[in-house]
């Protein structure tokens, strides 16, 4: 047992639900933590599965130029991850070798890949839905699951720096997307209410950087265009969001170029459930033995 566990961190770590790496944000899960998640992943497709969504599963890697293309790295350029990768030749490898053993800077000869890690599970789709042309009558609906990077290392477990988020997305005309995202909002709360979990839900903004930022996440606000549902996890003050609700308006159609059927720019939104935090949630409010766990919970979950 650990001596001074303070934290719910500590907690986790100690009880092995999670796994320490020596890096802020990036864990080993248990085989009880995962579990949790796939019962978790199973509840959310109980609710979502009957909509007829295409399901597509991304690597956690994206192709760089097309998220240079997505504006990213105009909003969250302190959070992106990209992947490096050696190409020097002998001399520079016996450079890097040399310098590695010595403690010092050995990243010279390192340049960008064409991969970089993804922020969003959603991120990766657009431009593939633009490529297959109009959208049908319906307009889309993709069911996504992905390791996604952000740079934001912490000692609150539920910010790490790779995290799984399932994503639905819709893509299609503004009355079939809001339409699409009042369902959710209302099926979210029949879904954590199964769980258990005290929430609240409220107007959000996406963390843009910097001064002109402000501004976009003003914008983003007053506009409504993001709610979360929040949930009490490592502060009563501050709850976590866990359920993301987010209308991107035109604003991916504009840039990728993708049509409704009657050809105009299409509208999107997505829901994203981010699978940690709720897991972390459920340890939080009905302890960390999941036998223990109130029937009702244990019912929604493994019933
Ligand atoms: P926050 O405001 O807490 O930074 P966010 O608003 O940036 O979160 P989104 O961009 O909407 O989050 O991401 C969708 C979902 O992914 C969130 O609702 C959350 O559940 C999850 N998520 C986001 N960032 C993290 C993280 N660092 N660690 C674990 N889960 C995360
Ligand atoms: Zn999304």
Redesign the pocket.
Known sequence: MCNACNTFLDKLIDRGLLIETGVD?LYGRSGAFEDVIARFDALITRFGGGDGAEIIRFPPGMNRALFEKSGYLKSFPN?AGTIHAFSGNDAAHARLVERLAAGDDWTEDQRLTDVVLA???CYPLYPVIAKRGPLPEGGRLVDLNSY?F?H?P?KDP????????R?YVRIGTPEQVTEFRALWLERAEQLIGKLALPYHLDV????FFGRAGRLLANNQRDQRL?F??LVPIESEEKP?????F?YHQDHFGTLWGIRTAADETAHTACV???????ALALFKHHGLDVEAWPATVREALWG
């Open positions: 944000g959070l922020p969003a599970a996604c952000r934001e912490s539920a910010r790490m720096q790779m995290f799984r988020m994503e959000a903004n996406d963390p993001k979360e549902l976590t969001a866990c359920l993301s987010n994203g459930f981010g699978m940690e935090r709720v």
